[in-house]
């Protein structure tokens, strides 16, 4: 029996359909796993606020770009990381003291410029090298007022996690702040090989306090940018 050149092979069933949507990590699901979306690629980390300061409504913008009218000067929001890898380093990466790190060299993090004008609509953002989370232990993203007045209670602000592949992981800073001027927002932890985001959203008053509460071990000194 000759053979039909004409039939092409059965295309392998598809797996199941990746959901896209936006993922919102709440204190009922705190974490999701980002190897199981696949993995590899840039994860962008964006903090962006609203630009009212009231914490509702108002147009979204560059986390710098909101000038308070309560205390009628402007408000610096830092972005920023703890590291620590797999071979014991660690260390952070934020615009004071110029750590801005690497993307492609040891922490495989890196930050934007800083920047304190406002006029960035997209505010600051972090990359991480998921290629090299074999290399990596645990990341933890946080925020802090470097001036300005303390105001996370206003400022309506949202951190997005938006992997290669796989849906954005969004993570609202919505718990009440109090008068505490930094944020741990989300902790990013290899577990044997898994990479996994929790919520976190816990206010602390400095670097000492976050440093003291996650048991990351720096040595801390006053700095400026």
């Not at 797996?15 to 009922?28: D, E, I, M, Y």
Request: proline share 4%; glycine share 16%.
């Amino acid at each position: 029996m000759g053979i039909d050149y004409s039939k092409r092979p059965a295309a392998p069933a598809a797996g199941p359909p990746v959901s896209l949507s936006k993922v919102t990590l709440t204190k009922s699901t705190p974490t999701v796993s980002l190897s199981k979306q696949g993995g590899g690629g840039r994860l962008h980390v964006n903090l962006n606020w609203n630009q009212t300061g009231t914490g509702g409504g108002g147009g979204k913008g560059g986390f710098l770009k909101r000038v308070l009218s309560a205390g009628g000067g402007g408000i610096d929001l830092d972005l920023a990381c703890l590291f620590e890898l797999a071979d014991g380093r660690s260390g952070v990466v934020q615009a004071l003291g110029n750590a801005f790190g690497s993307f492609d060299n040891p922490p495989y993090v890196n930050l934007d410029a800083d920047d304190r004008t406002g006029a960035a609509a997209g505010g600051e953002n972090l990359h991480v090298n998921l290629a090299r989370i074999g290399e990596i232990r645990r990341l933890l993203v946080f925020a802090f007022i470097y001036e300005g007045v303390a105001s996370f209670d206003q400022a309506d602000a949202v951190v997005t996690l938006t992997p290669a592949q796989g849906a954005p992981i969004e993570v609202r800073l919505d718990e009440r702040a109090g008068g505490a001027r930094m944020c741990a927002i989300a902790l990013l932890t290899n577990t044997g090989g898994d990479f996994s985001v929790s919520r976190e959203v816990r206010y602390v008053s400095g670097h000492r306090e976050l440093d003291k509460a996650y048991s990351w071990g720096l040595d801390w000194t006053a700095g400026r940018k």
